[in-house]
């Protein structure tokens, strides 16, 4: 009967190895070697280091690259970065360290982000850098752009919270809509509006007692956490991201949108055509902001729930010869007056619809009379509409879900962004743009390597 063999112990035994021979070459890390540029990482620290003072610092290139380490393959502690790193030989040949070398303390890397790093750009020039390395490989058109959001779930009880009055932020076009109100009501015959003394707004919001700077999130369909927004962009022609900005979870979609919008014109300059956005930026300043662009807006259909047993809004129809609306009943509701708020009322004549067989659908108000409301902005929501409905809009919102819905997947899945790692807005800004700056460079790398 034959023994089985087995072999016996070499843990001991001294071999000499080339650590280039040990790394696969169809390795993902071999590919971002070659493709991506880290040069300028040196050129951008270079203003946060002491150049004749101190004791030699790690080199920033090892640095960074230990942190992107950790992005592209969804490495979520510091601690455990290290461990991978000291038994990994790809790591290792990434970093440029020997077999024998020590590796970098996971609290320097620490050190670097609370201190070093504490209240600078260097994350965000960082991904601008690599969005713009995809745009001299000409992935990026900047012709057609998809953007939505998505929450990461902050490291925070949603039970442990205390609620506080804050206030309401002025939204960034408020002049601009009391300007055309102003104008409509002249157009309309109205005397201007006397200047409302100024009262600040608040509401009551939950403040997280472990991460005050989340928000907390309660949405239909979603579970309610304390998290952050994660507001991202992604180009059509290689579903490269080119901008990913972070808000608490309690600000709406539509707030930042225009604002990154125009960064990345002037960052990148980029000739936006198109963009295709989810229902959540149907907002009457977003359609005007396009349409003062010259973009060609696709925005989904955002339901509505009128009021049960009433006639819902678009059952009126709006006559935009004659300024007026069409009731159910062919009867006319003539403007009356363009509010603060930006919206001109149409009411119906009291006494017709007070014989009017369909009152009962219409309204429920103790004069008979109806009111709708019609936003001074509002033919640009429905040129909006329009584009939906067009055969090129229905293409371009297909494409959007295939791209910047894949694009958080990615994220979620592959790089560890399902959660915050650590708490604080700058740290979780830190964590996104690193996180798309690797998802980024992982497109670059694979691409041009089929290209070879």
């Known amino acids: 009967m034959k023994l089985l063999h087995t072999r016996s112990s070499i843990q001991n035994e001294m071999e000499f190895v080339c650590l280039e021979d040990l790394v696969p070459e169809d390795h993902l890390l071999r590919k971002i070697d070659k493709h991506i540029d880290f040069s300028f990482i040196l050129e951008k620290v270079r203003p946060y280091y002491c150049e004749d003072n101190g004791r030699p610092s790690l080199d920033p290139l090892i640095l960074f690259k230990m ?11 510091e601690r455990q970065l290290e461990r991978e790193i000291q038994t990994n030989v790809a790591y290792r040949w990434f ?15 620490s050190w670097n982000r609370c201190n070093r790093f504490k209240d600078t750009d260097i994350f965000q020039e960082v991904f601008d850098e690599i969005v ?29 919270y205390t609620k506080e009055v804050v206030k309401v932020e002025t939204r960034d076009y408020i002049e601009d809509l009391n300007q055309a109100i102003e104008e409509d009501r002249k157009k309309h015959g109205k005397k201007p509006l006397k200047a409302r003394r100024e009262v600040k707004e608040t509401k009551e919001i939950r403040k997280s007692n472990t991460d005050p ?36 979870g309690n600000v709406h979609d539509s707030v930042p949108y225009l604002e990154r919008l125009d960064r990345q014109i002037k960052r990148f300059g980029f000739e936006v055509e198109a963009v295709a956005l ?52 062919g009867e006319t509701l003539s403007y009356s007056t363009t509010s ?40 640009h929501k429905d040129q909006i509409r329009l584009n ?29 962004l399902r959660y915050c790692r650590l708490r604080g807005i700058q740290k979780a ?8 700056a690797c998802q980024n460079m992982k497109k670059i790398a694979l691409h041009l390597d089929r290209q070879d």
């Open 213 to 248: 700077d989340s928000g907390f999130m309660s949405r239909d369909n979603k579970q309610e956490m304390f998290c952050y927004l994660d507001h991202r962009t992604t180009d059509m022609k290689f579903n490269i991201i080119t901008d990913a900005f972070v808000t608490p």
């Open 67 to 77: 942190m992107f380490i950790g992005y592209f393959f969804g490495i979520r502690s």
């Open 132 to 160: 713009l390395q995809a745009i001299n490989h000409r992935m990026v058109g900047g012709r057609a752009l998809f953007t939505d959001s998505t929450h990461l779930k902050a490291s925070a009880n949603k039970h442990k």
């Open 340 to 379: 603060r708020d930006g919206y001109r009322e149409y009411k119906s004549n009291r006494k017709k619809c007070a014989a009017c067989p369909l009152l009962e659908k219409c309204t429920r108000s103790k004069n008979h009379q109806k009111v709708v409301t019609r936003h001074v902005w509002e033919e």
């Open 278 to 329: 989810d229902s959540g930026y149907l907002t009457n300043p977003i359609c005007k902001g396009l349409f003062d662009r010259s973009i060609f807006g696709v925005i989904a259909h955002r339901r509505y729930h009128p009021t049960q047993g009433l006639f819902p809004k678009w059952k009126f129809k709006y006559d935009a010869e004659h300024n007026v609306y069409i009731c159910p009943n």
């Open 429 to 436: 800004a830190e964590q996104v743009l690193l996180t798309t």
């Open 95 to 109: 970093l440029g360290l020997r077999l024998s070398d020590p590796v970098p303390h996971h609290s320097t890397i």
């Open 388 to 416: 939906r409905l067009s055969s090129e809009g229905k293409l371009l919102y297909k494409f959007r879900k295939e791209k910047v819905e894949r694009s958080f997947a990615d994220s979620k899945e592959l790089h560890g």
